[in-house]
């Protein structure tokens, strides 16, 4: 199975800072990788799809990076609606994995 | 538009079986390149990949639950079934079924996702 890391496990920013997440796959997954954005009660939507594809509806306040076994998920400007938990998931084979999680506070 | 609901039961004993449904509406699940997976979600826990099924009735599991799950699809009503047996506390967790459409490499990412449902395995 591919093991996703993600980091850190929890992230509290001021409201109009930069917000950077980190997944790291545990082998080459190309840019087989999706963002999630979880709230708690609602089902997780998703952002990003192959590592920088900002789903259609997205704010472009949310963008991904990366390739291979590094990828980012950036939030430019931090807003109260994006408190929530972000999870990254590898598609590049089964079993689909996912990370973590980190959780968004607003500081 | 594309929406999933899940339904079953609330509370199962230990060593039962669980089943739960996904009934969907705005897609086919007999069109190519289209699948409907099954995430669980223990409380305070990370998402957890179950199972998908493809529209051309391939079927994937995750490997440490494999044995005890089966994915069905009856296309003519929209829905798709997943059957879990012999549950036990530790699979007390919310249970969301997904969308996955069409990709290019047959990529899987899951979008929409039902509501998700609450699931509490104590006797």
């Known amino acids: 199975d591919i093991l996703m890391t993600q980091s850190p496990s929890s992230l509290s920013a001021s409201v109009g800072d930069r917000a950077t997440i980190t997944c790291r796959a545990s082998q080459n997954i190309a840019r087989y990788l999706n963002w999630y954005q979880h709230k708690p009660g609602k089902a997780p939507k998703l952002l990003i799809f192959a590592a920088s594809t900002l789903q259609s509806g997205v704010t472009s306040r949310f963008s991904g990076a990366g390739s291979g076994t590094d990828f980012t998920l950036t939030i430019s400007s931090l807003q109260p609606e994006d408190i929530a938990t972000y999870y990254c998931?590898?598609?590049?084979?089964?079993?689909?994995?996912f990370g973590g999680g980190t959780k968004v506070e607003i500081k | 538009q594309i929406t999933l609901k899940e339904s079953g039961p609330t509370l199962v004993k230990p060593t039962q079986t669980l089943t739960l449904t996904c009934t969907f509406s705005?897609?086919?699940?007999?069109?190519?390149?289209?699948?409907v997976g099954w995430i669980r979600q223990p409380p305070g826990k990370a998402l957890e990949w179950l199972a998908l099924?493809?529209?051309?009735?391939?079927?994937r599991y995750s490997p440490s639950l494999k044995s005890r799950l089966t994915i069905t699809k009856d296309t003519s009503r929209n829905q798709v079934v997943l059957t879990m047996t012999s549950m036990d506390p530790v699979d007390t967790a919310t249970y969301f079924c997904?969308?996955?459409?069409?990709?290019?490499?047959?990529?899987?990412?899951?979008?929409?996702w039902g509501p998700g449902t609450l699931v509490t395995v104590s006797s």
């Open positions: 997904a969308h996955s459409g069409p990709s290019r490499n047959n990529s899987v990412w899951f979008d929409p």
């Open positions: 099924i493809y529209w051309n009735d391939d079927k």
């Open positions: 998931q590898q598609s590049y084979n089964i079993p689909l994995t």
């Open positions: 705005g897609f086919s699940l007999t069109t190519s390149g289209v699948s």
